[in-house]
């Protein structure tokens, strides 16, 4: 029996995120939930709400990187249980992603505060019109001690621009 899909990313849409500034920092919220980028340097690696360029109106998160350092965006979400399958699925679109190193590209990547990472293992790179993605993963038995769990969308060791929408986190039966 197919069970009805359980939606755990808040906002996966970015329908109702809203953009605050947290110190010096500009952040994006929804409920409790936050979205944050490691630069937010302009012109060289930045992170905006893009109302232009999405896949589901009104809007997706671009992801600009200019340099090896990479760029990424955090989000935090809901606990998971240890030992399951989750899939992490998501729209994506890239432009000129090159990486400037080995493992170089663009993916996903989920950690606990316990230290443990669930990482996507093929890095994107080049240009592609909006793609679907999706990778599987299976927790670890201390994920549940974890007091929150990270998303993080990143551009690793390298340069592009990355739209990223339509963010899915289910839990595999
Ligand atoms: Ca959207």
Redesign the pocket.
């Known amino acids: 029996m197919i069970s009805p899909k359980k939606e755990l990313v808040p906002d996966g849409?970015?329908?109702s995120v809203k953009e605050v500034k947290s110190g010096k920092k500009i952040v994006w919220k929804y409920k409790k939930h936050t979205l944050w980028a490691r630069y937010n340097t302009p012109g060289t690696s930045w992170v905006a709400l893009d109302d232009k360029v999405?896949?589901?109106?009104?809007?997706?998160i671009k992801i600009v990187s200019g340099n090896k350092s990479g760029n990424f965006i955090n989000m935090t979400l809901p606990k998971l249980k240890p030992a399951t399958r989750y899939r992490l699925s998501a729209m994506v679109k890239l432009e000129n992603v090159t990486a400037l190193s080995k493992k170089g590209g663009f993916g996903f990547q989920l950690a606990d505060d316990g230290n443990h990472f669930y990482p996507q293992r093929n890095m994107l790179t080049g240009s592609c019109d909006w793609q679907g993605v999706s990778f599987e993963f299976v927790t670890s038995l201390q994920v549940e001690k974890a007091e929150k769990i990270t998303l993080r969308t990143w551009l690793l060791l390298c340069s592009g621009t990355a739209w990223v929408?339509?963010i899915s986190l289910e839990e595999i039966k």
Not at 54 to 60: C, D, V, W
């Open positions: 849409n970015f329908t999405f896949y589901s109106a009104p809007r997706a929408d339509n």
